[in-house]
């Protein structure tokens, strides 16, 4: 398809006339077939709602092909509407706009859609097993046209996926403002989302996928080198070589396709094991993982290879998680760091696949017998709960990733529980992430060239590395790992290879940090050294804009990590501070109802304005989460929050006044 059928396809919308259905495409990884919850009546009100896309001269025709859809995958995916030209980011002016920042915005959801990257790109799902971009191909149409048209009066208003419509504003006001998932709190369990989705009303979000801002797996390597590097630095005395080191993991799909990449960069031997061979053979194709094994004793021997020669390799285990730690327990492996990345926030529906039954008779199950398929995960996480158990009385230091893990296994009466009442392993994030990077400032930027041209991103890289060299002279003891941790990332990035999809890098930066880099993005913009925008954005997962009592604020301990005001204040402070998009989602990485994340984009055009948004906006996004993890006594938060009040007259911060433990523990 040309440029000129390309943009007339986007400009057409729904269009008049019905495409002819396309055939089901079983040579890509489709998303399971979801629970039946909808009893008669509901489906009626299910069609009724897909219907309403379309005009009362379509339904006959329509009606019955989505009462099939939903019959056959518990969902209306709308199939037949699904475009025929290829999904995948482009020049931003490849797009037909009448609004450059829609533009970007439209590069960043065909990306989010490319084949390379989704996980379920039929389904219109990017990771995580449920993480939506749109419910249906309607949507997404009718988004694309809405973008297309819109000017930088307007703002376009998105309810879990679907497009409320194009309504006036002002030029400093979002171009986009997303919701996702947003439910009265008693109506936020899973068996919630497998309803209100069926019916076509909400939308599982995840955390990058429903705000456009997903860049495929190397989003989160950069995020699991850092923990895998500290994970190894706290049981290695400090020390940063790795050599002969075994890191134990699951999980190939989404963002756990990260994992073998980062083992590598750590420098440590990596095992990730994975169900579903499709993934598995995307990730080997892509290079992200050095071999796959499919045999257990094989898998034995090749550890003991690999540890004799103190190989740095990754290797995929075609097969079930739970086999390989029962082996490694049997056998008596030395694991020196395990973790888990299986999606666990959804493991009902295809999120963590039961030990002793294949990946098609779990999906299966999980479609026709759901009870017995919970039956049978909970049954498997009491086994993989207690094959770790036996690797760490053997010396291993096991994390819970942030995917639910210690939460569905303590559900499922695993011995994860210690004497207190507390899981007996820490959160990633309470032993490594949030003490040493988010108490500090230090969170995911990622930045697309809206160019799509490797050279704009090349320069970036430089960029970026020269600004992290200047502010390390400048930076405190404190934070100086962090800036030379990063400062190696950054250098090391291109060599990798880690672009899949868009043009996108990912850093750890500091509200200071991100500033500088996105004020000279914008300059170089503005000098012609950069050819097209450049598109900032982070992962939810970040200082300010999650709030999630088991993974970003877990290392929370006032007790306010229930609570959700800051992912609120977040993104209320983002819309007004200069975001070009923002994005509330319920749900994340951790499960429907268990977290609040927000998250924004914005373009960067080498304007003044631009550099007045990203100076004013990119402050707050950050600091934001530091005062609140200052207010809840965060030693390092405290120190970081006082530093930016010192560098900025106009912020003014509550601090905590600290009580003593004895005066306090003698009243009782």
């Not at 094994?293 to 285990?317: G, Q, T």
């Not at 030395?334 to 493991?347: A, I």
């Not at 300010?544 to 990590?561: A, K, L, V």
Request: aromatic letters at 10%; charged letters at 20%; glycine letters at 8%.
């Amino acid at each position: 398809m040309d440029i000129k059928a390309f943009q007339a396809a986007i400009l057409e919308g729904i269009p008049e006339v019905l495409p002819t259905p396309q055939a089901y495409d079983k040579s890509i990884n489709h998303a399971p077939k979801r629970k039946e919850i909808l009893n008669d009546e509901e489906k009626k009100l299910a069609l009724h709602n897909a219907l309403r896309y379309f005009p009362e001269n379509d339904h006959a025709e329509l009606a019955p092909e989505f009462l099939e859809e939903l019959n056959a995958y518990g969902r209306i995916y709308m199939y037949r509407l699904r475009p025929t030209y290829e999904m995948k980011a482009r020049h931003l002016d490849d797009f037909p706009h009448q609004s450059r920042q829609a533009a970007a915005i439209m590069l960043m959801i065909q990306n989010n859609l490319d084949y390379a990257v989704a996980q379920h790109p039929h389904e219109l799902i990017t990771y995580g097993g449920n993480g939506a971009v749109f419910q249906n191909w309607a949507q997404y149409r009718l988004c694309m046209q809405y973008l297309a048209t819109m000017t930088d009066e307007q703002t376009l208003v998105m309810y879990s996926g679907h497009p409320m419509g194009l309504y006036p504003s002002h030029k400093d006001a979002p171009r986009v403002v997303v919701t996702n998932g947003m439910m009265i709190p008693n109506y936020s369990k899973p068996d919630d989302w497998e309803k209100f989705n069926a019916l076509g009303v909400t939308q599982y979000g995840q955390m990058t996928a429903g705000s456009f801002m997903y860049i495929g797996p190397q989003g989160i390597v950069h995020g699991t080198t850092i923990t895998v590097l500290n994970a190894g630095r706290k049981i290695s005395g400090g020390k940063t070589d790795l050599a002969g080191k075994l890191f134990v993991t699951a999980g190939l799909g989404g963002m756990s396709g990260a994992q073998p990449k980062a083992g590598n960069i750590a420098g440590v031997i990596s095992i990730t094991a994975e169900v579903n061979p499709k993934a598995t053979e995307t990730r080997h194709s892509q290079g992200w993982v050095d071999e796959v094994i499919a045999d257990l004793d094989e898998l034995v021997a090749r550890v003991e290879k690999a540890k004799a020669a103190k190989e740095v390799v990754s290797i995929a285990y075609q097969g079930n998680i739970v086999d390989v730690w029962e082996k490694f327990a049997e056998d008596g492996i030395k694991v020196d760091m395990g973790s888990d990345q299986t999606s666990l926030h959804n493991p009902w529906a295809g999120g963590y696949y039961p030990v002793g039954l294949n990946f098609e008779e779990s999906n299966q199950m999980m479609a026709e017998q759901p009870d017995l398929f919970k039956e049978k995960v909970q049954e498997s996480l009491r086994r993989h709960v207690a094959a770790i158990n036996m690797c760490t009385n053997n010396g291993m230091y096991f994390f819970d990733y942030g995917n639910a893990f210690l939460l569905e296994s303590s559900r499922a009466g695993a011995d994860i529980m210690n004497d207190k009442g507390d899981f007996k392993y820490p959160s990633y994030v309470q032993d490594i992430m949030g003490p040493m990077c988010f108490d500090f400032g230090f969170g995911p930027f990622r930045w697309v060239c809206a160019s799509n041209d490797p050279k704009d991103l090349e320069v970036t890289d430089k960029i970026a590395t020269d600004v992290l060299e200047e502010l390390m002279q400048e930076s405190p003891e404190e934070i100086q790992q962090q800036m030379a941790d990063n400062i190696h990332w950054i250098k090391e990035a291109g060599k990798n290879k880690m672009v899949v999809g868009s043009q996108a890098r990912i850093l750890y930066a500091d509200a200071e940090g991100r500033t500088r880099i996105a004020a000279a993005f914008n300059k170089a913009i503005a000098d012609g050294r950069i050819s097209a925008p450049v598109v900032l954005g982070r992962d939810h997962h970040d200082v300010s804009g999650t709030d999630s009592p088991y993974r970003e604020t877990s290392n929370i301990y006032d007790g306010s990590r229930f609570t959700a005001d800051m992912a609120v204040q977040n993104v209320i402070g983002d819309s007004f501070r200069g975001a070009t998009w923002v994005s509330i989602h319920n749900g994340g990485g951790v499960g429907w109802g268990e977290v609040m994340n927000g998250g924004f984009g914005m373009v960067l055009d080498g304007s003044d304005d631009a550099h007045r948004r990203l100076t004013n906006m990119l402050f707050w996004d950050v600091n934001n989460g530091i005062s609140r993890r200052s207010w809840a006594r965060n030693e390092g938060a405290v120190f970081a929050i006082k530093r930016a009040m010192e560098a900025n007259p106009n912020l003014k911060v509550t601090i905590p006044n600290m009580a003593n433990d004895q005066l306090i523990d003698q009243l009782f």
